[in-house]
């Protein structure tokens, strides 16, 4: 099987355009979230126990106060950062080889952090604060994004395995699985509101067409032939579901008093 594409310089000169574009977008809204926000902050938790093992454990300790506001253009700048550092000279020539070979490493990089710190955000919104619960949330979404860059390393778009991919996707499904229980609210009457849904809702959606590009880009199907298709659907679906989160929690608890 052919294990390369090569790409013409029209192609090159419009990933570097595009990757130009998400930058500066990404950067723009990270920038007006900053200038806009106000100081609406969700207490980051933790339990100690004050005795031996098995006795009830202390007073709930706040740890710190999480700004969202920060958060969010925490998430932004980070994809404005890894699209500005892609189009660098020497950079770009490297991502540009990646992509002939059909890979690109950067984008899960930058996804493991990214894409982990908005399910955070999201884990937040109806009532995860336990610090420990917080950061198995971020380590598991990071390892299911890490499970991409593996499939990429080790598969070739055609007839791959799928191994990676469904570990990928049971590890992907954990938080939220997590999040949605505590939107259920089993045994009480708290009910979160009703902005909390739609970010649930629309996000869970945003992350699941990631996947889906995935395997329409493996199983070579339609225009996914072309690897660099999917490359600029993974660009187009990260501006796409970073925005809409950002201005779903801006709308929802960031709007100047």
Same mark, same amino acid.
């Given at each position: 099987?052919?294990?390369?594409? @090569?790409?013409?310089?029209?192609?090159?000169?419009?990933?570097?355009?595009?990757?130009?574009?998400?930058?500066?977008?990404?950067?723009? %809204?990270?920038?007006?979230?900053?200038?806009?926000?106000?100081?609406?902050?969700?207490?980051?938790?933790?339990?100690?126990? +004050?005795?031996?093992?098995?006795?009830?454990?202390?007073?709930?300790?706040?740890?710190?106060?999480?700004?969202?506001?920060?958060?969010? @253009?925490?998430?932004?700048?980070?994809?404005?950062? @890894?699209?500005?550092?892609?189009?660098?000279p020497r950079i770009f020539t490297w991502y540009v080889g990646q992509l002939e070979t059909r890979r690109n490493y950067a984008r899960w990089i930058e996804y493991s952090f990214s894409s982990s710190l908005m399910v955070v955000i999201i884990?937040?919104?109806?009532?995860?604060? +336990?610090?420990?619960?917080?950061? @198995?949330?971020?380590?598991?979404?990071?390892?299911?994004?890490?499970?991409?860059?593996?499939?990429?390393?080790? +598969?070739?778009?055609?007839?791959?395995?799928?191994?990676?991919?469904? #570990?990928?996707?049971?590890?992907?499904?954990?938080?939220?699985?997590?999040?949605?229980?505590?939107?259920?609210?089993?045994?009480?009457?708290? %009910?979160?509101?009703? #902005?909390?849904?739609?970010? #649930? #809702?629309?996000?869970?959606?945003f992350f699941n067409s990631f996947a889906l590009n995935m395997v329409l880009q493996y199983k070579r199907t339609w225009r996914w032939r072309n690897y660099i298709f999917g490359e600029n659907a993974y660009i187009f679906l990260s501006l796409?579901?970073?925005?809409?989160?950002?201005?779903?929690?801006?709308?929802?608890?960031?709007?100047?008093?």
């Amino acid at each position: 099987m052919n294990t390369t594409d @090569a790409i013409t310089r029209g192609t090159s000169n419009r990933l570097r355009v595009y990757n130009a574009a998400a930058a500066l977008l990404h950067l723009l %809204q990270a920038v007006t979230v900053l200038s806009l926000t106000n100081d609406f902050s969700i207490p980051v938790t933790a339990m100690f126990l +004050e005795g031996p093992p098995g006795t009830d454990p202390g007073t709930l300790t706040t740890l710190f106060d999480f700004r969202i506001g920060w958060g969010v @253009a925490a998430f932004l700048l980070m994809s404005a950062a @890894a699209h500005l550092i892609l189009i660098m000279p020497r950079i770009f020539t490297w991502y540009v080889g990646q992509l002939e070979t059909r890979r690109n490493y950067a984008r899960w990089i930058e996804y493991s952090f990214s894409s982990s710190l908005m399910v955070v955000i999201i884990a937040m919104l109806p009532g995860i604060t +336990e610090v420990s619960a917080l950061v @198995a949330l971020f380590g598991v979404n990071a390892s299911m994004i890490l499970f991409g860059l593996v499939m990429e390393k080790y +598969e070739q778009p055609g007839r791959p395995s799928w191994l990676s991919y469904w #570990f990928g996707v049971l590890t992907g499904s954990i938080p939220w699985i997590v999040i949605a229980i505590y939107l259920w609210s089993p045994g009480s009457s708290a %009910q979160p509101p009703a #902005f909390v849904y739609g970010i #649930f #809702f629309s996000l869970f959606l945003f992350f699941n067409s990631f996947a889906l590009n995935m395997v329409l880009q493996y199983k070579r199907t339609w225009r996914w032939r072309n690897y660099i298709f999917g490359e600029n659907a993974y660009i187009f679906l990260s501006l796409t579901a970073k925005s809409l989160l950002a201005w779903q929690v801006f709308a929802g608890t960031l709007v100047p008093s």
